[in-house]
């Protein structure tokens, strides 16, 4: 009788789930989610938990992002394949939930397992890191006087990115009895309360059973599932309205065992592959036998150990936080298709429906760092993301009335704005500089200057256009950008945000410098016709560059986040912020947060951890203690970036204390951050406090070499980081006195 | 065989639909809207038009007020009793369109009857202003060869207000066939798209057929209506899902002619009569017999002469603007319940659907000096409004996080906010200050002192304890009332708007003199524990009042708008709007436009406007010339506003072309304003500008009695205002060289 060779459990690698709870539930869902760059299944139990229908409708409306209060229910399928969306009456484009296809139930006479309901005893749950498999365990005690041993375990296979693999073994322990089980594919899901599905199709064939279905947004999808049987058991198709199932009855005794191997097949039209989605789906399928089921997880594993290679980063001393990041690092590289440049990662990982499957500056910003430096041809593709959406990017311009390119706020596959609350849509003009920062980063510690003549110089000019057309001059003559929202989204509407400014300033001279780079090598003729680059664009974009608002130098002690940044009002915290372990947001209107000075995350700081070498370490210290008592940390990209600037300026206990924050963020079981996805850009901000603030490591941005200044925690002894350098793969060890090459 | 006895028609009281056109068929429903007080029905066809389906649902959601585009449909029932509310899943509390009890339709054999599709000439539609009624005639040329005579008439009672009655005169002028009709109640309609009806119930009595039901906001309607026919013909009752009906045929030869009687009763659970809505209802319908029709018509008139007799103005020389002036006076009577102190008058004056039936700060400063001086138990009510809504604006003081009380930008019955875009919402805080002038307008020209005894200093005191709490202090220590959008609504977030703070200071220092007059007359003490007013409070009013920051004196030249207002961007309006004849904002991004020198209505002007002797003559003229080139009129309030300035400064012809734009707003028929409901603020307007611009009445707020000093338009040989003035009714007659009392 055939089973998966399952690892043994290890703590550091595994993160455990200590048993149902209606409370918890919907948080391990999350934080347990499994993926394979290509689709992701949140860590729900396959046979859902009883009381909740997860095919219920509701109204989301759009909201103050920091303040939306999600569906309060402990359980939430999702099953996300990244470029599949619908269109949303108040959201707009969003991710759609797919299908539930690890559904599997089991009845013993009329009662249904159930984790709320049966009693369950000797309850395991896990996921298992080193090879993204999700295990479970226990015994179900049931009303009939069968003891079963449940065990479960399944992947999505990252060898072989359309098929999942679920293994579900039933050993009697005492007692006799018929075990009925429905195991199928589930299309009663909803997207935030809305249904997508246009068209919903079950089919079946001589050996396998499928889903077609059309989204409102006009993606294909088919799902195809077939089951191995460890016995000859009778098996039959059902369906009803949202599921089609393949049901049976296995008579089972005391020490007889059962075991039911299920794949299954996904594929849509958007796929990279191409070509018929249908006979790609069969195809699939039809390869995996009972006999080959070893083999492919094998492969699985074999992608899982490279990727580990490449990003492992190992902490002597402090287990806790090596696990942590190793959390992180998991979700980043699941949740990462480095084969489709149409996709990049959204918001949530990919591991619910927040912020509906959206992206961010986050991709930029926070993540792609640890790309960079594991998988170049990761970052590679999020960055190709960006151009590929530019066309997109051009319509938000003409949009908003401006010329060039405008990279929206809130992104999906087309690039077009999809931000449904203007006062982020329409001011959070940074991200598309941002962008232009995040290519340079990656040209420069990749060596890939070919992607800035091929790609990065279309982002490039047709950003700089958009910048020339949406300043205004002040009556000094400068430049000015009016009504900004910069990093911190608690001053909506602003004058000449410094980080935004500056971050224009940059890709402006930027764009310039790569302009006369590739003069320099004959190469920029052709681009020049191709983009049509006058000698106007030049003059403007080197004047605007030249001459926008910077209120700031290495002598100003305290950086303005923005002009008449002191008008704002000051607030007594302590008065009004009750219960810190709450958001500050929750505890005033948005009227009164947007006109005072509470940050919601690092701004001005932000800009200085991005641009080291511009400021001193005493504008470091001064400006640190200047905003980070007023700031809220209601962002979960906060945390990381003080926790990076406190361990630079010595901070030790603070840096530590920005340390746990960051970590509890998704792990804190108190705070169930999972809930609704994983906060990937913290998953990046992770990665980035050990290597950028503990290690010290200097930005591949600002640095022609790899170098590190540690400020190590006081029992951290030693921090194993690879790092890969101009395709290179180095791996470096650093410890409180400095750092070697291994 | 009786026939109500009607006017004559008279191109000076009669609004005219010059026939059906798809295009123009829903502006008509809106303009020739007929009402009295307690309830509203749009101009709407009996037999509706039949490729417009009423009870189509679609999403609407909030936007921006000044780019919303509503549904484009050639007709759109609405029946409205203001007080009869419903919840909106995104646009929250709105007026409901209750049952269309109007509704009759006729066939010939297969054919029906239907303006678009039918064979008609010799139409003929209007409105007589002089009592609210609405007459059309025609001749149908039926395909089967009979040709009839349709007249319509019908009114809401203002002697008996939840009665209407309707006549239907059908007369065959050649040919003979069979007319059926239908006559009936149609439940089939929708607000905004959304289905407010819980529970519609058709019932059927000895004489009469009724429809009850529920809304979503709690309220209860009853509709009940019976039939008088001139000749026995049988009749039966007949319903559909929507819709319940008597339903007749009748042979008609060439000459005969047949008459149908519709009577109506209306109540609803919210009615200020209170007791039992049923019994109410069959109360006033069974009162009405065929025999005392004509009575009811008679008294009816009567209401109509009276309130024409207190509130017409006439205009030797210009009949055009007269006419104009009796049509915005027929809404603003219309549109008024001087007897229910629970509703106000909602922005589309019960005409329409656009801003949902809300209550705006248009009341107090539109349309109340209408009302003060033709009206003053009516313009009474209409503070009383904001009396009873007073817990409501407590509870929004607390939502928000501040004491006291204040006042929604958009109000429903609760006063609570029911604005569902928030930069509108959160910063519009000027309406709360605004009641308060409009509360001491209201009790200087009608000399009811005991008003702010009763109920004003409940208001003024529970306002006050909010901009207490709502002001912040600058570094000079000034109080400061940051991120406020003023009446201009194209800049949403400033700080220290000058219309805001000017009107706050008055507000407050209004309210510590009001307080001191009641000490003085020793009725303090009472109102002094009743609202728990400490010296503590006392300090902080007189604080507040005396510090706030108000940037401007009789020397300043240009008033800046809000802190900082030269630092928004210029725009080139000739590049920028192609078309005057649209909103300037449908040419520019609402990102662009918030960050730009561009106003959507007069703000500094505005406030001028109501201070008049706080400004020099050079003042009124130099401000005029720096804001009304940068003014959009975007906003229906603007026009009267710049109208009334500029026949003060000796504009003439600048007078006359806003004058122009006022009457233009609803009246004309290719701007088609009036199809979403009538600008009833803009009526308001008119009034003003005749009254306070070019006869030159000095506001009763600033002056101890009614004077004049004229600015006539050239060709206007003489003006006849009456005037309510301390109780007494006058008569004032205006020409070129002054005035005299009547």
């Given at each position: 009788m055939f089973t998966f060779d399952i690892n043994e459990k290890d703590d550091l690698w595994c993160i455990e789930d200590p048993g149902f709870n209606e409370d918890s539930s919907k948080y391990y869902e999350g934080l347990l989610t499994q993926g394979n760059g290509y689709m992701h299944v949140r860590g729900s139990f396959e046979e859902g938990v009883r009381s909740v229908k997860q095919d219920e409708e509701y109204d989301r409306k759009p909201a103050n992002v920091t303040l939306e209060k999600h569906k309060k229910q402990s359980s939430k399928w999702g099953t996300y394949i990244p470029g599949v969306v619908g269109k949303h009456?108040?959201?707009?484009?969003e991710i759609v939930n797919l299908p539930f296809f690890m559904a599997a139930s089991f009845a013993v006479k009329d009662e249904d397992l159930d984790m709320e309901e049966s009693d369950i005893s000797e309850y395991e749950r896990y996921l298992d890191m080193r090879d993204g498999t999700l295990v479970r365990r226990f015994v179900w005690n049931t009303k009939e006087g069968l003891k079963l041993k449940m065990e479960y375990f399944r992947f999505l296979s990252f060898a072989d990115k359309h098929l999942a693999f679920s293994e579900i073994k039933i050993t009697a322990l005492s007692g006799e009895g018929d075990l009925s089980f429905r195991s199928g594919i589930d299309a009663g899901v909803r997207t935030n309360g809305f249904n997508h599905f246009e068209n919903v199709l079950f089919t079946e064939d001589s050996d396998s059973i499928s889903v077609s279905l059309k989204t409102n947004g006009g993606n294909s999808v088919l799902m195809s599932t077939k089951l191995f049987l460890s016995d000859a058991v009778e098996t039959a198709v059902m369906q009803d309205l949202s599921r089609i199932n393949y049901i049976g009855r296995k008579h089972l005794k005391t020490g007889e065992c059962f075991v039911i191997h299920k794949v299954v097949a996904a594929n849509a039209d958007c796929d990279v592959e191409g070509g018929n989605m249908e006979a790609r789906n069969v195809s699939g399928l039809y390869a995996v036998k009972k006999e080959n089921l070893a083999d492919y997880y094998e492969a699985h594993k074999k992608v899982w150990k490279n990727k580990w290679d490449d990003a492992e980063i190992k902490i002597v001393g402090d287990e806790k936080t090596e696990k942590a990041l190793k959390f992180s690092t998991y979700h980043l590289l699941r949740a990462d298709n480095d084969e489709n440049p149409n996709v990049a990662i959204c918001a949530k990982g990919y591991a619910g429906e927040a912020y509906c499957g959206r992206y961010f500056w986050d991709t930029e910003i926070n993540m792609l760092p640890f790309f960079i430096h594991t998988n170049p041809q990761g970052a590679k593709n999020l960055l190709m993301f960006r151009y590929n959406t530019l066309a997109g990017a051009k319509r938000n311009a003409r949009a908003y009335g401006y010329k060039g390119a405008r990279f929206p706020w809130e992104s999906s596959v087309s690039g077009e704005e999809e931000c449904a609350c203007w006062q982020y849509a329409d001011h959070e003009i940074h991200v598309t500089a941002d962008i232009v920062y995040a290519i340079m980063h990656y040209v420069k510690a990749t060596g890939d200057r070919d992607f800035i003549k091929n790609y990065g110089i279309d982002i490039m000019v047709e950003t700089a256009r958009y910048w020339v057309d949406r300043v205004d001059k002040d009556m000094k003559g400068r430049y000015v950008l009016l009504s900004v929202m910069g990093p911190d989204e608690y001053l909506p509407m602003t004058n000449n945000n410094a980080y935004t400014n500056h971050m224009v300033k940059f890709a402006l001279d930027t764009t310039v410098s790569c302009i006369e780079e590739l003069k320099e090598k004959g190469e920029f003729d052709e681009i020049k016709s191709r983009l049509n680059i006058t000698d106007e664009d030049m003059e403007a974009f080197k004047d605007v560059a030249a001459n926008i608002?910077?209120?700031?130098?290495?002598?100003?002690?305290i950086i303005l986040q923005c002009d008449g940044f002191y008008d704002f009002a000051d607030l007594d915290f302590s008065r009004i912020w009750k219960d810190r372990s709450r958001c500050f947001g929750e505890f005033i209107s948005q009227e009164k947060n947007y006109r005072s000075k509470a940050l919601k995350q690092a701004d001005v700081l932000e800009m200085m951890m991005l641009f080291p070498d511009e400021f001193t370490r005493q504008q470091f210290i001064s400006n640190y203690d200047y905003y980070e008592p007023i700031t809220t940390h209601d962002s979960s990209l906060s945390a990381a970036v003080h926790g990076i600037i406190a361990a630079r300026i010595g901070r030790d206990d603070v840096a530590m204390d920005f340390l746990k924050r960051v970590i509890d963020i998704d792990l804190s079981a108190d705070k169930k951050g999972a809930e609704e996805g994983i906060h990937i850009a913290n998953c990046g901000g992770l990665w980035q406090m050990v290597v950028y603030g503990f290690a010290g490591m200097k930005s591949g941005m600002w640095s022609d070499e790899v170098t590190f200044a540690p400020n190590l925690p006081e029992k951290w002894q030693q921090v194993i980081i690879p790092i890969n350098w101009h395709g290179e793969k180095k791996r470096y060890v650093i410890d409180k006195n400095g750092f070697e090459l291994r």
């Open positions: 009456p108040y959201l707009f484009t608002k910077i209120s700031f130098n290495k002598d100003t002690e």
